[in-house]
T-cell receptor
Framework: DARVTQTPRHKVTEMGQEVTMRCQPILGHNTVFWYRQTMMQGLELLAYFRNRAPLDDSGMPKDRFSAEMPDATLATLKIQPSEPRDSAVYFC?????????????FGPGTRLLVL | EDKVVQSPLSLVVHEGDTVTLNCSYEVTNFRSLLWYKQEKKAPTFLFML????IEKKSGRLSSILDKKELFSILNITATQTGDSAIYLCAGGTSGAGSYQLTFGKGTKLSVIP
């Protein structure tokens, strides 16, 4: 049963620390999306990749966030330095096309709390 | 600024009832309208709509898009307690080689026995 995996599932850290979240897309999928979900803002698209190349990261605060895809099996989202307002659930999703089709699947999410 | 508005924000119904969830959108370079179901964890994909007037169905769920009125509805017939979830609507836009999804805040559906 193919699925998107994310690590860690939970992270508690102090303000100013670096946070790295990892995502393993479903094998064979060529697009990866990073989303952030909060009660106030709902679900927001942060960045997405196609064939490992970043296509759009306009939803991401550039000064502290960075997203990379060093190989086809790993996508990372880093926050440095982290701030309390970054507390949210971060989802990774993968799919086969440049925009979500029926094959876009979400990972279980990383729940981040910045104190 | 792109905007997706869902209504109602929350809804409580009894098992067996039929519900209609609403989604209106204002997005530039519109490509598709997507519906997701989110229980306690990650959103799961329900439907993607790109053409007006063509209903998509999956079991007791169905959805339709009106591109003239910039509106979509999600219908659930004969509701069950397992349908309790937050239903998210998202507008997909595309331009200059990039793609963006704008999500609504969701409709929280509670189905009571």
């Amino acid at each position: 049963d193919a699925r998107v995996t994310q690590t860690p599932r939970h992270k508690v850290t102090e303000m100013g620390q670096e946070v790295t979240m990892r995502c393993q897309p479903i094998l064979g999928h060529n697009t990866v999306f990073w989303y952030r979900q909060t009660m106030m803002q709902g679900l927001e698209l942060l960045a997405y990749f196609r064939n490992r190349a970043p296509l759009d990261d306009s939803g991401m605060p550039k000064d502290r966030f960075s997203a990379e895809m060093p190989d086809a099996t790993l996508a990372t989202l880093k926050i440095q330095p982290s701030e309390p307002r970054d507390s949210a659930v971060y989802f990774c999703a993968s799919g086969l096309f440049a925009y979500p089709q029926e094959t876009q699947y979400f990972g279980p999410g990383t729940r981040l709390l910045v104190l | 600024e792109d905007k997706v508005v869902q209504s109602p924000l929350s809804l409580v119904v009894h098992e067996g009832d039929t519900v209609t969830l609403n989604c209106s959108y204002e997005v530039t370079n519109f490509r598709s309208l997507l519906w997701y179901k989110q229980e306690k964890k990650a959103p799961t994909f329900l439907f993607m709509l790109t053409s007006s007037g063509i209903e998509k169905k999956s079991g007791r769920l169905s959805s339709i898009l009106d591109k003239k009125e910039l509106f979509s509805i999600l219908n659930i017939t004969a509701t069950q307690t397992g349908d309790s979830a937050i239903y998210l609507c998202a507008g997909g836009t595309s331009g200059a080689g990039s793609y963006q999804l704008t999500f609504g805040k969701g409709t929280k559906l509670s189905v009571i026995p």
